[in-house]
Antibody, heavy 121, light 106 residues
Framework: EVHLVQSGPEVKKPGESLKISCKAS????????IGWVRQMPGRDLEWMGI????????RYSPSFRGQVTISADKSINTVYLQWSSLKASDTAMYFC??????????????WGQGTLLTVSS | EIVMTQSPATLSVSPGESVTLSCRAS??????LAWYQQRPGQAPRLLIS???TRATTIPPRFSGSGSGTEFTLTISNLQSEDLAVYYC?????????FGRGTKLEI
C-alpha cells in the first residue's frame, strides 16, 4: 500500500520562510508524479503543481508559479513545498498526492494526511 | 483553464436512497475525469478515474459515467459513512482543475 506521510502543522508569521515535506514509501518513488493541492478554509481544492522525482521535472499551475517552489530528494523519497515569504493568504491545508499513472496529468490515487499552515502576525 | 462546475452545492439525502451528482466542464475533457470523496477532517480519496473506473477498494454502489463535458457520479444505497464532500477533477489539460464540490448531508 502506498504511503504518503506529511510533516506536521505549522504556525508562522508573515514574511517568514517555510518548507513542508511529504515522504513516500511502498512504491517506486522516482517514476510517479507527485503533486500538491491546496485547500483553504471553506472547501475548494486547488491543484498547485506536480514534480517527477526521477529528474525533478516540475509543472506549476499559473496561480502558483512564482509563489511556491516544489522540489524532490529521491535519496530519501521526499517531496517538498516551499515558500520564501509567507502571507496570511497562504493559510490553508496542503495535501501531497501521487498521480495514478505515468502520464503527465492524471488522477491522484494516494494522498497524504495534510499539513495545516497558519500564517498570522 | 478549464472550469469545472458541480451541482448541486449541497444535497440532503436519507440512508438507503440513491443520489446522482453532476459535474460539467467548460470545454471537452474526454473521459479524463476523476471523482473524489472527502469526509470531514480527512484527505480526499479517489473514487473514480477515467470517468467510470472505480478505484481499488471502492464498492460497486459508486458509479461514474459521462464524457466530453457532462459527467455524473451515482451513489446507490446511501450509507451514513457517505456523508462527505464529493469533488470532480479534470486532468485533460494543464492546470488540472477541481470542481467546488457537492456536500452530502445525511
Amino acid at each position: 500500500e502506498v504511503h504518503l506521510v506529511q510533516s506536521g502543522p505549522e504556525v508562522k508569521k508573515p514574511g517568514e520562510s517555510l518548507k513542508i515535506s511529504c515522504k513516500a514509501s511502498e512504491y517506486n518513488f522516482e517514476t510517479y508524479w507527485i503533486g500538491w493541492v491546496r485547500q483553504m478554509p471553506g472547501r475548494d481544492l486547488e491543484w498547485m503543481g506536480i514534480i517527477y522525482p526521477r529528474d525533478s521535472d516540475t509543472r506549476y499551475s499559473p496561480s502558483f508559479r512564482g509563489q511556491v517552489t516544489i522540489s524532490a530528494d529521491k535519496s530519501i523519497n521526499t517531496v517538498y513545498l516551499q515558500w520564501s515569504s509567507l502571507k496570511a493568504s497562504d493559510t490553508a491545508m496542503y495535501f501531497c498526492a501521487r498521480q495514478s499513472g505515468r502520464a503527465l496529468y492524471d488522477s491522484f490515487d494516494s494522498w497524504g494526511q495534510g499539513t495545516l499552515l497558519t500564517v498570522s502576525s | 483553464e478549464i472550469v469545472m462546475t458541480q451541482s448541486p452545492a449541497t444535497l440532503s439525502v436519507s440512508p438507503g436512497e440513491s443520489v446522482t451528482l453532476s459535474c460539467r466542464a467548460s470545454q471537452t475533457v474526454g473521459t479524463t475525469l476523476a471523482w473524489y470523496q472527502q469526509r470531514p477532517g480527512q484527505a480526499p480519496r479517489l473514487l473514480i478515474s477515467a470517468a467510470s473506473t472505480r478505484a481499488t477498494t471502492i464498492p460497486p454502489r459508486f458509479s461514474g459515467s459521462g464524457s466530453g463535458t457532462e459527467f455524473t457520479l451515482t451513489i446507490s444505497n446511501l450509507q451514513s459513512e457517505d456523508l462527505a464532500v464529493y469533488y470532480c477533477q479534470q486532468y485533460y489539460s494543464w492546470p488540472c482543475t477541481f470542481g467546488r464540490g457537492t456536500k452530502l448531508e445525511i
